[in-house]
């Protein structure tokens, strides 16, 4: 069986995962869906070192690490620190960083003001990730792509990036007919790709 740790996006908590980790608990996986502290008050890096402290406290090895959203920003960070902890990173939704730079920041680099998508300037999302991008390369990589998600176009370059260099950054991805929040909608969906990530070969 397989360790899981799920963490949400943005300004939410663990609880966004309940049905999907409900879903893998019964197949006898474990599964962690943390809640970290709130973007607005919270650096980045106060979320990273939160979610470390789960995965080192639960002393989890050989774990699938999940992030949506602002979660996938997260994880990224998390990985650079335990990447031998970690089998394979899943990013449901989420903008992919380079090393040096902010989600927001990001946003603009590609020409889109993150305001016009009625997000605030929180500050976990102002906040620079610094990681080693070629370490980040070869870890095991999984994207899920919402076809319906209301970020679509902001997430669109990024995902074409992704997608020019998926075989050799060691990237498979996933489409869902569902909009940003899937994890309400398609709870099944993504249960199903979670637990057949442990048997997928890294590339």
Not at 17 to 31: F, I, K, P, S, Y
Not at 148 to 172: C, G, H, V
Request: hydrophobic fraction near 40%; charged fraction near 20%.
């Amino acid at each position: 069986m397989t360790n899981y740790v799920l963490v949400h996006g943005g300004d939410r908590d663990g609880s966004i995962w309940n049905e999907t980790a409900n879903l893998l608990r019964l197949q006898g996986h474990t599964v962690i869906c943390p809640s970290m502290q709130s973007i607005t008050t919270a650096s980045l890096q106060e979320n990273i070192e939160q979610i470390i402290e789960v995965i080192e406290t639960n002393k989890l090895e050989q774990l699938i690490l999940v992030g949506h959203s602002y979660g996938g920003v997260v994880i990224t960070g998390v990985a650079d620190k335990l990447s031998d902890k970690i089998t394979r990173l899943v990013y449901v939704d989420s903008a992919i960083l380079k090393n040096g730079k902010s989600l927001y920041g990001t946003f603009q680099d590609y020409g889109f003001d993150y305001k016009k998508f009625g997000l605030t300037p929180d500050r976990a999302c102002l906040d620079l990730l610094f990681f080693d991008e070629r370490k980040f390369a070869t870890q095991a990589k999984c994207y899920i792509r919402c076809l319906r998600s209301e970020f679509f176009k902001l997430i669109t370059p990024m995902y074409e990036e992704l997608l020019a260099n998926a075989q050799k950054d060691y990237w498979i991805i996933f489409c869902l007919d569902a909009q940003h929040g899937c994890m309400f909608t398609n709870p099944k969906e993504l249960a199903v790709i979670f637990s057949g990530l442990q048997v997928l070969p890294k590339a």
